[in-house]
């Protein structure tokens, strides 16, 4: 007897729409006439194809787009004759007129290695399909090379030019390696398509896996949006489960932006969501108030010392609100060091002295969930101030075999945070109770090693809901003029850092081991001819002044950092300071 195993296509098409695919693809990568001929199939070109398609269009009904695959014949031009050569055209062409035919919205020419095969097949579909428009997308090496050594630069402006409406990569090594790609590639200023593989598969008990996780495309869907892709999906190993998270990520992100063209989104589960209009901002905190009015303002950062006792750090907020600093902010383990959590300190700060402070979340110890908890249990215990930052990965803290989560970096948290004071949850429904009221400040790295990345970066963040700016320490006036230059199209309000030095040995640190951080030579130079102690300390605290009093009319307020807990340098530093 033997057995027959029947895939129902249908239903797998139904599965991918159920679970929030805004476009489905027809199972016909492999039917030219290449590819059939193998199975004595080579003269079916066109019933496969149509019938593909009209398998995909009766399970996408009006809401979602089919589009018509279209793989590589198995050729390598360079070696193929001129009549095969013609045979892939004539083969391609007949393929995109079934395709069509059978009812797909666009056609989608993947995986293809060679550059010379995919211009044959986009000339071939224009005379097949005149009027269809076209992605076409391409399979890179490790090396982020096609087959003839050209790089993702390079590839997508050639796509262009022969005429593709939107390009992109497929297939390879996983979603890492795509993203990488991804981002080379928007130089073709073309409707970008990321669709890796679900990483490199392996074989269990037999079968063949692919162990990239629904959750980990959940994160490289976002990130993928984050670099301006249009279309975010997978190739081999990705399941309806896998779409379901990007779905999700894409709702979260982009809101009910819609297609442009004769479908809709694809979202049927989901109803629509009444937005809230946001809490004005004057009306948030104290702090918030002061920032919409535009006064000058001074936070002080204010972290527990490793341990279990905060007593000290209490006692130093307590002593700056009450010479005046406007707020103390407390970093989410900074420079990846485990200390009490910043929530429950910040709760104490509340429940002893009644500070306000500002709370800084960022993306690397909390998965989405906890993040959403982390924030509901912030505006329930009445803190309304949030610094929203990616943070410092854990190998550079004590514990660098910890994992990093990074569920949602600065820019993803940021949207979430905007959603909630909004009343929409991460997964686009109406969030129970009503809405957050936070103020969200986001951070800014001067002294970034690419500073048009970082900028770019911080357009984004303004994109996804920031209102205030807090910088990294600057110790050059000319650098921070330069940026503030080149923000001002955003109107947001800066709170420049300021670090008093303490000594020789500190400004090396910094300048040499911490990200971000650039002391230039005349800084370190005074620092190192200065004794140590006491005269380094006060030598620490006139370069801080110098910096303050020099940018105060250029920025709103001041976010000082006070090295080792010592918050009287701070007030040193603001002594006689006009606000």
Not at 107 to 128: D, M, N, S, Y
Not at 285 to 311: C, H, R, Y
Not at 440 to 455: C, F, R
Request: aromatic share 6%; with cysteine.
């Amino acid at each position: 007897m033997r057995s027959l195993l029947v895939f129902d296509g249908a239903r797998i098409h139904e599965d991918y729409v159920s679970a929030g695919a805004n476009i489905i693809e027809t199972n016909t990568f492999g039917a030219n006439s290449f590819r059939l001929d193998r199975h004595g199939l080579g003269d079916q070109v066109r019933a496969f194809n149509f019938a593909g398609a009209r398998l995909a269009r009766k399970a996408a009904g009006e809401d979602v787009w089919v589009g018509g695959s279209m793989g590589p014949t198995g050729l390598v031009p360079g070696v193929a004759t001129q009549a095969e050569l013609d045979l892939a055209s004539a083969t391609f062409a007949e393929q995109a007129a079934a395709l069509v035919e059978g009812g797909a919205d666009v056609l989608v020419l993947e995986t293809f290695r060679h550059l010379e095969e995919i211009r044959i097949a986009i000339e071939a579909t224009r005379r097949g399909a005149p009027d269809m428009p076209i992605i076409a997308t391409m399979a890179f090496d490790p090396s982020e090379t096609v087959a003839d050594g050209s790089g993702p630069e390079h590839v997508a402006t050639t796509l262009r030019d022969w005429g593709a409406d939107g390009l992109g990569v497929n297939c390879g090594d996983g979603p890492q390696i795509a993203l990488a790609i991804a981002e080379r590639m928007r130089v073709a200023d073309l409707p970008l398509c990321v669709q890796p593989n679900a990483g490199l598969p392996r074989t269990v008990d037999g079968r063949l896996l692919y162990m990239a996780t629904p959750e980990y495309f959940d994160v490289f869907a976002r990130r993928t949006i984050q670099i301006g892709a249009t279309m975010v999906g997978g190739c081999c190993g990705t399941t309806p489960e896998h779409v379901r998270w990007m779905a999700k990520s894409g709702r979260m992100m982009l809101g009910d932006q819609r297609t442009d063209g004769g479908r809709a989104r694809a979202v049927k589960t989901v109803e629509p969501v009444t937005v809230l209009e946001p809490t004005p901002l004057a009306e948030r905190s104290a702090f918030a108030a002061k920032i919409a009015a535009g006064k000058f303002v001074v936070s002080v950062e204010v972290n527990p010392a490793p341990g279990l006792d905060p007593s000290k750090a209490l006692a130093g907020a307590k002593m700056l609100l009450d010479s005046g600093v406007d707020i103390v902010n407390v970093a989410d383990a900074p420079r990846a060091m485990a200390r009490m959590s910043n929530i429950a300190f910040c709760s104490l700060l509340l429940e002893r002295y009644g500070i306000q402070p500002i709370l800084h979340v960022c993306g690397r110890d909390r998965n989405l969930l906890a993040q959403m908890a982390h924030l509901l249990g912030a505006h329930a215990i009445g803190i309304r101030n949030l610094v929203i930052i990616t943070g410092d990965p854990p190998k550079v803290g004590d514990y660098p075999e910890a994992t990093a989560v990074y569920d949602l970096d600065a820019i993803g948290l940021l949207q979430m945070a905007s959603n909630m004071n909004r009343g929409v949850d991460p997964a686009g429904k109406p969030l129970p109770g009503g809405k957050t009221s936070f103020l969200l400040a986001t951070g800014l790295e001067p002294g970034a090693a690419d500073l048009d990345k970082e900028l770019a970066r911080l357009q984004k963040k303004r994109e996804a809901g920031a209102e205030l700016i807090m910088t990294q320490p600057i110790f050059q006036t000319d650098l921070l003029e330069t940026v503030l230059r080149r923000i001002e199209h955003l109107e947001m309000p800066v709170l420049v850092g300021v670090l008093p030095l303490v000594s020789y040995k500190n400004a090396e640190f910094l300048h040499n081991e911490v990200p971000g951080m650039q002391i230039p030579e005349v800084i370190r130079e005074r620092m190192r001819k200065t004794p140590g102690g006491e005269a380094a300390r006060k030598e620490g605290v006139k370069i801080a002044r110098e910096m303050l009093f020099a940018v105060r009319e250029r920025v709103q307020g001041a976010y000082l950092m006070p090295p080792l807990g010592r918050y009287e340098l701070a007030l040193e530093v603001l002594d006689g300071l006009k606000r």
